[in-house]
Structures are given as C-alpha cells and as structure tokens.
C-alpha cells in the first residue's frame, strides 16, 4: 500500500452503491466517478435522486453495500479511514454545532489526532469573516444563538481553515441570504485557487445559476445513478 505525498490526490469511486436501510432498495447504485485535484465539480439532480447519498459515500460517511472508495490509488478502508477523512471533508446543509462559543467549535478539529501539528490561525480566521461580512465579536457569539445561516458560516470557515484536498459542499449556501452566498462563492473560489491546482470543489445545488457560476461542469444524478451527458 503507497501512502506517499507524491502521488496525485484523486479521489475515485468504483461502482459504489447503498441501500436503503429500511426497505432494501438501492439509494446509490453502481457509480464510477473520478474527483482530480483542479477539479470543479456541481452536483444536480431532482429532490431525492441521491445527490446527498454520494456525497456522504464519497466521504465515506455511510457504509457502501457495494464498490469502492479509492484515494491516491488506494482502496480506503480501516484505519486509514480518519485520515482520508482530513483531506475529503464533508459540509451538511445542516451543520453540526456543538456546545459553546463559535470560536470553540472553530478550534475543536484540532483537539483530534488527524489534525495533530495543525494550528488555529486566528488571523487567518477572521479574514474568512471579514470576507463573509463579520466581525471578531462573531467568534463570541453562542451555537444555540446562531441563525441556520450563522451556522452554515461556522461549519464553512471551519472547513475552509483545514485545507481539504477535496471539498464537499451539501448545499453550504442554502440557508444564507442572497448577497452572503454570493460572498461565500467569492471566499470558496479564493480558497480554490490558492490551492494553485491542487483543490477540488463538488457542490450539491438546486439553484442552476449557482452551478453555472461555480462549477465547469455538471453531473446529473437521476434514481441513485449518474445521467449521460446530453449530445453536443
């Protein structure tokens, strides 16, 4: 098994599927997909057509009843798990916030072994906010004070300070208003290209204009399985 730094940070997929723990049915079903560094990837597709699934199986979130998850050319599995989480972060449209200031939960990913080495940079973090419209009296606000916006902000600084190789997106700007999400377009499209190449970003949108202005191309997902692309 290679765990060298060296090799390209493409994350694959090969013929994964999941199903429905209740009834049995196939959420996801075999999905061949490949995510390069450099890559902009959105993710559309009607409500329940599993766009949410894959993202959560490309992150390895969920357990797959089938296929694989490959990184650097390796299968993921074990304790190489938490690692590859690192670098494949996952952002719900509903983040997970837990007890306390908005500056704990932004500190609280480097307490786990996987960031081990990495700092807090608060200057760092407060030019996130200014780009998003805060301020430093942001961090002292409480989790149980915060609007679904204010939420959605949080969980993505706190991604964004981690540099991830690839980035998952789950509908991050949903619950912002109209100028806030164009602001955090503008922040993840900066984060991007500071990664001069080496940072992918998969968006989940229902909003095609957001997918047009964010992503270079688009992958439909209809009942658990990735659409051709129309002729041209």
Same mark, same amino acid.
């Given at each position: 098994? @290679?765990?060298?730094?060296?090799?390209?940070?493409?994350?694959?997929? $090969?013929?994964?599927?999941?199903?429905?723990?209740? !009834?049995?049915?196939?959420?996801?079903?075999?999905? +061949?997909?490949? =995510? $390069?560094?450099?890559?902009?990837?959105?993710?559309?597709?009607?409500?329940?057509?599993?766009?949410?699934?894959?993202?959560?199986?490309?992150?390895?979130? +969920?357990?797959?009843?089938?296929?694989?998850?490959?990184?650097? &050319?390796?299968?993921?599995?074990?304790?190489?798990?938490? #690692?590859?989480? #690192? $670098?494949?972060?996952?952002?719900?449209?509903?983040?997970?916030?837990?007890?306390?200031?908005?500056?704990? *939960?932004? %500190? /609280?990913?480097?307490?786990?072994?996987?960031?081990?080495?990495?700092?807090?940079?608060?200057? %760092?973090?407060?030019?996130?906010?200014? #780009?998003?419209?805060?301020?430093?009296?942001?961090?002292?606000?409480?989790?149980?004070?915060? @609007?679904? &916006?204010?939420?959605?902000?949080?969980?993505? =600084?706190? &991604?964004?300070?981690?540099?991830?190789?690839?980035?998952? /997106?789950?509908?991050?700007?949903?619950?912002?208003?109209?100028?806030?999400?164009?602001?955090?377009?503008?922040?993840?499209?900066?984060?991007?290209?500071?990664?001069? &190449?080496? %940072? #992918?970003?998969?968006?989940? !949108?229902?909003?095609?204009? $957001?997918?047009?202005?964010?992503?270079? %191309? *688009?992958? *439909?997902?209809?009942?658990?399985?990735?659409?051709?692309?129309?002729?041209?």
């Amino acid at each position: 098994m @290679s765990t060298g730094d060296d090799k390209p940070k493409t994350l694959q997929a $090969q013929g994964i599927g999941r199903r429905d723990p209740g !009834t049995g049915g196939w959420l996801l079903r075999g999905v +061949d997909l490949t =995510i $390069q560094p450099g890559d902009r990837l959105a993710v559309v597709g009607s409500s329940g057509a599993g766009k949410t699934v894959l993202l959560r199986a490309l992150a390895m979130l +969920d357990p797959l009843d089938e296929g694989a998850i490959l990184w650097q &050319g390796d299968p993921v599995s074990g304790e190489r798990v938490p #690692a590859f989480r #690192a $670098q494949v972060l996952y952002l719900h449209q509903r983040p997970a916030l837990f007890d306390g200031s908005v500056a704990a *939960n932004l %500190r /609280l990913p480097y307490a786990l072994k996987t960031h081990r080495g990495a700092r807090y940079d608060d200057e %760092r973090v407060l030019e996130f906010l200014d #780009a998003l419209g805060r301020d430093r009296l942001f961090l002292e606000k409480a989790h149980h004070d915060l @609007s679904g &916006g204010e939420g959605q902000i949080v969980a993505l =600084i706190r &991604g964004l300070q981690l540099d991830p190789a690839v980035l998952l /997106l789950d509908e991050a700007t949903s619950s912002l208003d109209r100028a806030t999400a164009r602001m955090a377009e503008a922040l993840l499209e900066r984060w991007y290209a500071e990664g001069a &190449g080496k %940072r #992918a970003l998969v968006w989940v !949108t229902h909003d095609p204009e $957001q997918a047009h202005r964010v992503a270079a %191309r *688009n992958l *439909n997902i209809q009942a658990g399985q990735i659409a051709p692309e129309p002729a041209r």
